[in-house]
């Protein structure tokens, strides 16, 4: 039972410690997400801007 118990533990405080890390991760993906489409925009608009 005290085994148990202390695995149970060792979960829930895993989780309470990855879940700012999922976190911090997710918010990095999204900034690089948000900042690959606009070198994509602008590397786009550019290439448009000098075919004319």
Do not use: H, N, Q
Not at 2 to 10: D, E, F
Not at 11 to 22: C, D, F, K, R, T
């Amino acid at each position: 039972m005290g085994r148990i118990l202390l695995i149970v533990a060792a979960v829930i405080a895993a989780l309470m410690l990855l879940g700012p890390l999922v976190g911090f991760a997710l918010t990095l993906l999204k900034w690089g997400l948000v900042i690959g489409a606009a070198v994509l925009g602008v590397m786009f608009l550019s290439k448009l801007l000098k075919r004319t």
